[in-house]
């Protein structure tokens, strides 16, 4: 078995250590004897929707957050045709943000989103930075790290409500997207190496979407749980 896994543009979607989500995604593929390939997306003509089991969409500055949705609004049509059809999908800060209608600037200028979803982000002064524990009907105990200035709205499902935290907006409770297999979030840190139930369900319906019913057997996350019990225990207990 083999899954395909489009990486968009690494060179300027790299904020935060995000790359270890690929990383993590690799080698929770590779323990269980399934090959992965990853493409590097640096250009338009790199990206063969239509062939990836799993898109990757980082953050980046507002600049570059801008440039490149300028660039991935050329295939806008075969990304939602994917993410409608079960692709699995992580977007993480500004790949979230721009997956809605616009980001508006402190000056009140819109930065045109992907609109592949009906909600927007607006940059209000202050970020909203710190981990972050969410509860997930999905995923269960979800932690990271989030740093954030813009406000993101919208009455989607979301990947968990806030334990302790910000999320979307500092307002409404609620953190990320859950869309079919397209995950949404803030969350940094890398997300998948603090979370490797979120990256098996990646890999799980990516699977099941190419080659039918396929059950993962599951790997030894000891040390993983560990770590992330201890980081719910010590934030959960900050004043």
Same mark, same amino acid.
């Given at each position: 078995? @083999?899954?395909?896994?489009?990486?968009?543009? #690494?060179? *300027?979607?790299?904020?935060?250590?995000?790359?270890?989500?690929?990383?993590?995604? @690799? *080698?929770? /593929?590779?323990?269980?004897?399934?090959?992965?390939?990853?493409?590097?997306?640096?250009?338009?003509?790199?990206?063969?929707?239509?062939?990836?089991?799993?898109?990757?969409?980082?953050?980046? =500055?507002?600049?570059? @957050? =801008?440039?490149?949705?300028?660039?991935?609004? *050329?295939?806008?049509?075969?990304?939602?045709?994917?993410?409608?059809?079960?692709? =699995? /999908?992580?977007?993480?800060?500004?790949?979230?943000?721009?997956? $809605?209608?616009?980001?508006?600037?402190?000056?009140? !200028? %819109?930065?045109?989103?992907?609109?592949? +979803?009906?909600?927007?982000?607006?940059?209000?002064?202050?970020?909203?930075?710190?981990?972050?524990?969410? !509860?997930?009907?999905? +995923?269960? %105990?979800?932690?990271? +790290?989030?740093?954030?200035?813009?406000?993101?709205?919208?009455?989607?499902?979301?990947?968990?409500?806030?334990?302790?935290?910000?999320?979307?907006?500092?307002?409404?409770?609620?953190? $990320?997207?859950?869309?079919?297999?397209?995950?949404?979030?803030?969350?940094?840190?890398?997300?998948?190496? %603090?979370? #490797?139930?979120?990256?098996?369900?990646?890999? =799980?319906?990516?699977?099941?979407?190419?080659?039918?019913?396929?059950?993962?057997?599951?790997?030894d996350d000891h040390l993983e749980s560990i770590a992330?019990?201890?980081?719910? &225990?010590? &934030?959960?207990?900050?004043?």
């Amino acid at each position: 078995m @083999q899954l395909t896994i489009n990486h968009f543009f #690494p060179k *300027k979607l790299n904020l935060y250590a995000d790359r270890g989500n690929i990383i993590t995604l @690799q *080698k929770r /593929c590779e323990w269980r004897g399934i090959t992965s390939k990853v493409v590097e997306v640096h250009t338009i003509e790199d990206a063969n929707v239509a062939e990836a089991d799993i898109l990757i969409i980082g953050g980046g =500055s507002d600049r570059e @957050q =801008s440039l490149v949705t300028d660039e991935l609004t *050329k295939i806008q049509s075969e990304l939602k045709a994917a993410i409608e059809d079960g692709v =699995s /999908c992580l977007a993480i800060c500004g790949g979230y943000q721009f997956l $809605g209608d616009y980001y508006q600037l402190p000056d009140g !200028n %819109k930065l045109p989103g992907l609109q592949l +979803f009906d909600f927007y982000t607006i940059s209000k002064p202050g970020r909203l930075t710190g981990n972050i524990l969410l !509860n997930s009907g999905k +995923f269960g %105990k979800v932690v990271g +790290f989030e740093n954030h200035g813009g406000r993101t709205y919208h009455s989607y499902r979301p990947l968990g409500e806030v334990v302790k935290g910000q999320g979307n907006n500092g307002e409404d409770g609620k953190e $990320g997207i859950h869309y079919k297999n397209l995950v949404g979030t803030y969350l940094h840190g890398p997300l998948l190496p %603090k979370n #490797p139930q979120i990256a098996d369900c990646l890999i =799980s319906n990516a699977l099941e979407r190419k080659y039918g019913n396929v059950k993962l057997f599951r790997l030894d996350d000891h040390l993983e749980s560990i770590a992330k019990n201890r980081i719910w &225990e010590r &934030e959960a207990n900050r004043q």
